[in-house]
């Protein structure tokens, strides 16, 4: 990668990160958030972003496509895509009530490897249900990799559920907690 991982991570806290009293998807409370929108709407930081995912793809060789839970990581997993030339699908939250329906948008078949991409990763409960429609709709899921791992119990929840996870930053990685 052409940017040093901590210059990157000094920028994404830069553009994101905010202190304050927050509530979090999974209903916990934090004196911290990142919002991602502040960094995956940057064109410098979105493409600094997927080039230091596209050289962690390396370790999970080999896999067909790429899966974004919308809306957060649709972004992130676009870039990536078009980074390292392999298609992916959105995973939606919910299936469509009207047109095809369609839990995943995108073009993906039974028996494909797929890597997920998530933004930022808590409790891994977005993460989490991605995974469980990829694998209804017949897709191996080869690893999730997330932008940030706040290191509040998601690694364990993915793990347990036999998927390899590989964040690009942790919480402590960017200073935000202490080691």
Same mark, same amino acid.
């Given at each position: 990668?052409?940017?040093?991982?901590?210059?990157?991570?000094?920028?994404?806290?830069?553009?994101?990160?905010?202190?304050?009293?927050?509530?979090?998807?999974?209903?916990?409370?934090?004196?911290?958030?990142?919002?991602?929108?502040?960094?995956?709407?940057?064109?410098?930081?979105?493409?600094?972003?997927?080039?230091?995912?596209? *050289?962690? %793809?390396?370790?999970?060789?080999?896999?067909?496509?790429?899966?974004?839970? &919308?809306? !957060?990581?649709? /972004? @992130?997993? +676009?870039?990536?895509?078009?980074?390292?030339?392999?298609?992916?699908?959105?995973?939606?939250?919910?299936?469509?009530?009207?047109?095809?329906?369609?839990?995943?948008?995108?073009?993906?078949?039974?028996?494909?490897?797929?890597?997920?991409?998530?933004?930022?990763?808590?409790?891994?409960?977005?993460?989490?249900?991605?995974?469980?429609?990829?694998?209804? *709709?017949? %897709?191996?899921?080869?690893?999730?990799?997330?932008?940030?791992?706040?290191? &509040?119990? !998601?690694?364990? /929840? @993915?793990? +347990?559920?036999?998927?390899?996870?590989?964040?690009?930053?942790?919480?402590?990685?960017?200073?935000?907690?202490?080691?």
């Amino acid at each position: 990668m052409g940017v040093q991982v901590s210059e990157l991570g000094d920028r994404l806290l830069q553009a994101s990160y905010l202190e304050g009293d927050f509530v979090l998807r999974s209903g916990r409370r934090s004196r911290f958030y990142l919002d991602k929108y502040l960094f995956e709407t940057q064109p410098d930081l979105l493409r600094d972003i997927a080039a230091g995912l596209a *050289a962690k %793809l390396t370790a999970c060789e080999p896999y067909d496509l790429l899966a974004g839970p &919308e809306l !957060g990581a649709v /972004a @992130i997993v +676009a870039a990536l895509s078009i980074a390292v030339g392999k298609p992916f699908v959105i995973v939606r939250k919910a299936e469509k009530g009207y047109g095809t329906g369609k839990a995943l948008e995108g073009k993906a078949a039974a028996g494909q490897r797929v890597v997920v991409v998530e933004d930022v990763v808590t409790s891994g409960g977005t993460a989490l249900t991605a995974v469980q429609v990829l694998r209804q *709709a017949g %897709l191996e899921v080869a690893a999730l990799l997330c932008v940030v791992d706040r290191e &509040e119990g !998601g690694r364990t /929840a @993915i793990e +347990a559920e036999d998927v390899v996870f590989d964040p690009l930053f942790t919480a402590t990685s960017l200073g935000i907690k202490a080691p």
